[in-house]
């Protein structure tokens, strides 16, 4: 049970209410038990919202690869909010329900069906979570031989943003919504 209490869209005030239309309008309503809790401070719900439609609007490193990426870090965070909400999106955008579950549970490296750049991503984001200080130059050069610099900087972001909303999501316990339960429960089936 969720330690905020969620600020529907009947109680919010005008302002949330149009945050929350941009969320509608975005398709981001599996993630509203996130803007309903930062609603309890709009100029905070701005600036996330504002990030998230950054991410879904303007991205310029293929799904795929951000999906790699956020469902490793939520793994490796042990965010079962994250890990829902991502696993669908990592199906749609090409993995196997094989390869999430090797993702998930650590055990990627002994699945042959990653290629260099999935392999990259994923150990990359496995060692910023881990430990950002001892990301090495070696690990760092294979991101940039296969990303450019803006790809490099957004795939940076996303997954330490993943560790901002994994840390978020977990200490309020927010409740996943049954929107995306049922997207996990088709997609895992």
């Known amino acids: 049970m969720a330690r905020l209490p969620y600020i529907s869209y009947d109680e919010a005030t005008d302002e949330v209410r149009a945050i929350y239309d941009e969320f509608h309008e975005a398709g981001l309503d599996k993630f509203i038990h ?32 951000l999906e790699l990426a956020v469902l490793t870090v939520s793994s490796r965070n042990a965010c079962e909010y994250c890990v829902v909400h991502h696993t669908p999106q990592a199906v749609d ?18 699945l042959g069906t ?17 430990d950002a200080n001892r990301v090495d130059d070696e690990l760092f050069a294979q991101l940039g031989a296969q ?9 940076t972001m996303r997954i330490t943003t993943c560790t901002f909303f994994n840390k978020f999501n977990d200490v309020l316990r927010l409740d996943v919504e049954p929107i995306a339960a049922s997207l996990f429960e088709t997609a895992t089936r």
Not at 46 to 64: E, G, N
Not at 100 to 109: E, I, K, L, Q
Not at 114 to 130: K, L
Not at 147 to 155: A, G, I, M, P, R
């Open 34 to 65: 996130q803007a309903e809790t930062l609603a309890h401070h709009p100029p905070l719900l701005r600036a996330v919202t504002d990030l998230l439609l950054a991410y879904y609007h303007h991205s310029v490193v293929p799904k795929r690869y």
């Open 147 to 155: 990303f450019d610099h803006k790809q490099v900087l957004e795939l």
């Open 93 to 110: 955008s090409g993995l196997t329900i094989e390869q999430v579950d090797a993702v998930s549970d650590g055990t990627w490296r002994e």
């Open 114 to 130: 990653f290629d260099e750049i999935d392999r990259t991503v994923i150990a990359y984001s496995e060692q910023v979570t881990r």
